[in-house]
């Protein structure tokens, strides 16, 4: 099994900055792409961004220039900075992780979600 525990969530002022944190721990042979993704209500998850293990980013048009996404292969973390901050931001914030478990077998997992709640 892999899990994955995000953490630093919670609520900002609309310019404001918060950053969020996710580890992979489990029977891990290496991790791949991770990445981050939100739900507001009524609506379908998104993409917000990923990352893959050399570093190569992608964003959603939404967050472009306002959030950065980076990782730290040795402790198998993701983090995303969330600067500038708009309501619209506000949203359940999932943290997913794609790789191969020490068995080879691969593994894709969700972590348990963060909310984001961002006042005007």
């Known amino acids: 099994q892999v899990q994955l525990v995000e953490s630093g969530g919670g609520l900002a002022q609309a310019g404001g900055s918060l950053r969020l944190s996710c580890a992979a721990s489990?029977?891990?042979?290496?991790?791949?792409?991770m990445g981050w993704y939100r739900q507001a209500p009524g609506k379908q998850r998104e993409l917000v961004a990923t990352?893959?293990?050399?570093?190569?980013?992608n964003y959603a048009e939404s967050v472009k220039g306002r959030f950065t996404i980076s990782r730290v292969n040795a402790k198998n973390t993701v983090y995303l900075q969330m600067n500038s901050l708009k309501p619209e931001d506000t949203a359940v914030y999932y943290c997913?992780?794609?790789?191969?478990?020490?068995?080879?077998?691969?593994?894709?997992?969700w972590g348990q979600g963060t909310q984001v709640t961002v006042s005007s």
């Open positions: 997913n992780a794609e790789g191969i478990r020490r068995n080879y077998a691969r593994f894709g997992s």
């Open positions: 489990g029977s891990i042979f290496t991790v791949n792409d």
């Open positions: 990352i893959t293990s050399v570093g190569n980013t």
